[in-house]
């Protein structure tokens, strides 16, 4: 088959299957929005300070080291 015809098929296919699909009201997609950005500000003020700690854990102990050996 030619490749026009197959991408000429495809995209064809992929607007039918677009057409079934069940899309979100815009009250749906808010409220997905608003839970996806409190989850990230939370996941990234958790990481923030896991990593804000373990660094200081890090230090603490390589000085403690180095105070020992020195």
Known sequence: MNPFRRVSVFCGETI???KKASWP???ELRRST???????L????YVSV?????GGFV???????RGCIG
């Open 34 to 40: 608003v839970a996806v950005l409190i989850g990230m």
């Open 42 to 45: 939370v996941l990234g003020i």
């Open 25 to 27: 009201t815009f009250k």
């Open 59 to 65: 230090n603490t102990i390589s000085s403690w080291v």
């Open 50 to 54: 896991m990593d804000f700690a373990l």
């Open 16 to 18: 039918e299957e677009l």
